[in-house]
């Protein structure tokens, strides 16, 4: 979950939230051409989005998205403090942004104000960091990466996106786990 932080003026300032994270929505908009951003938006493989809630629907265009072929095969691997990935050669998918995401598997909130007021909520895979760190050409690739985010924290979860610019299909992807 990527934690936006144009909800914070209700008197709660959600503390995973980030202008990177309400960056990257708004782009999906733009990518997407729909008329408006909102919570809880689900962007399913860079080319679907839908209402986080509506269990059906997400599930349909999970589906959707999973009858498509993944492009790019991404192994991801920790070692210590560094990150392995390898990137299958695939020449027909062209150039893609590669992205390095760090995430927590989850963290519990108490939410003073707003909608959720008074609620403790669990958040599940919070993403605390990620950034553009390279670019794919469709050539088989390895790349060692740092494991920790950028504020030095080995967090539970990293991920190796593989996605088409301006907020384009996910055409490969691969994620590690654990201590």
Avoid at 21 to 31: E, G, L, N, S, V
């Amino acid at each position: 979950s990527y934690h936006v932080d144009y909800w914070n003026y209700l008197g709660w300032r959600d503390p995973f939230s980030s202008k990177a994270a309400t960056k990257r929505q708004k782009a999906y908009r733009w990518a997407m051409r729909t008329s408006m951003v909102y919570t809880p938006q689900m962007v399913i493989d860079g080319r679907y989005e839908g209402v986080g809630s509506q269990a059906g629907k997400i599930d349909r265009l999970i589906a959707k998205a999973g009858a498509r072929a993944v492009l790019v095969t991404v192994a991801l691997s920790r070692a210590g403090d560094i990150l392995k990935a390898s990137l299958s050669a695939m020449p027909k998918v062209g150039e893609a942004d590669i992205w390095l995401v760090f995430y927590d598997k989850a963290r519990t909130t108490r939410i003073a104000s707003g909608e959720n007021g008074g609620k403790t909520i669990t958040y599940r895979n919070v993403v605390r960091d990620f950034r553009v760190v390279g670019m794919y050409d469709g050539k088989e690739a390895t790349f060692n990466l740092p494991a920790k985010d950028s504020s030095g924290v080995k967090r539970w979860g990293a991920a190796v996106l593989v996605q088409k610019p301006n907020s384009g299909p996910i055409v490969g992807a691969a994620a590690v786990t654990g201590d």
